[in-house]
Structure formats: C-alpha cells, structure tokens
C-alpha cells in the first residue's frame, strides 16, 4: 500500500507562485508515473499534469502549459508541482496520483493511488 502526502497549498495573489509537494511512504513510486489533477468548486476533476517514470516525459493540460512545471526526485519518493503566474482559476484542491504504468498518461481510470488533495486558492 501507497500513501501520498500531499503538501504547499495555500493562498495566493493572482500572478504569484506556489510549489505542491507529494511525498510516497509505505512503498516506493519511483518506478511508476506520478501526477496532479484538480477540482475546482461545482466542477469534475481535471488532469493537470503527469511525469514518467524516469522523468524524461511530462504532460501538461493546456490551461498551465508554460505556467506549471512537474518535476520528481524518486531517491525522496517526492514529485512536486510548481505553479508559476497563478489565476483565480487555479483555484481546486489539486490531488497528487500515481498510475499503474511507467509512460506518461492523462486519465484518471490509471490511478492506482491517491492523495487526499491540498487546497490552493488564488485571489484576484
């Protein structure tokens, strides 16, 4: 069994930046793609972003390309969220995942396991 912490949620200024942390204890996530996806209020979680297992490949909704950067540090079993020029529509509790496979993927049907979310919120 997997739990993921996540962690660095908060609030924010429009335009200012937050860095979402998930760390894996009970067993290693090293040798699986991890991600985020959010959920604004009265909204379906969406995909954010995702990073294979070696880190070579990401993907990114089209909403935060260019704004977020996912990044993983499998010796610390942690992948982060940097989240750079925020907009109120940022606003979720974003929720840290890790999948069944190595490659990246964007669906939630893949997620083995789930973090309890951290909320982020960007005033305008």
């Known amino acids: 069994q997997v739990q993921l912490v996540e962690s660095g949620g908060g609030l924010v200024q429009a335009g200012g930046s937050l860095r979402l942390s998930c760390a894996a204890s009970?067993?290693?996530?090293?040798?699986?793609?991890v991600g985020w996806f959010r959920r604004a209020p009265g909204r379906e979680r969406e995909f954010v972003s995702t990073?294979?297992?070696?880190?070579?490949?990401?993907r990114y909704a089209d909403s935060v390309k260019g704004r977020f950067t996912i990044s993983r540090d499998n010796a610390k079993n942690t992948v982060y969220l940097q989240m750079n020029s925020l907009k109120p529509e940022d606003t979720a509790v974003y929720f840290c995942?890790?999948?069944?496979?190595?490659?990246?993927?964007?669906?939630?049907?893949?997620?083995?396991?789930w973090g309890q979310g951290t909320q982020v919120t960007v005033s305008s």
């Open positions: 995942a890790s999948f069944f496979v190595e490659d990246v993927v964007t669906t939630a049907a893949l997620v083995k396991y």
């Open positions: 009970g067993r290693t996530v090293s040798s699986a793609c």
């Open positions: 990073i294979s297992k070696s880190g070579g490949s990401t």
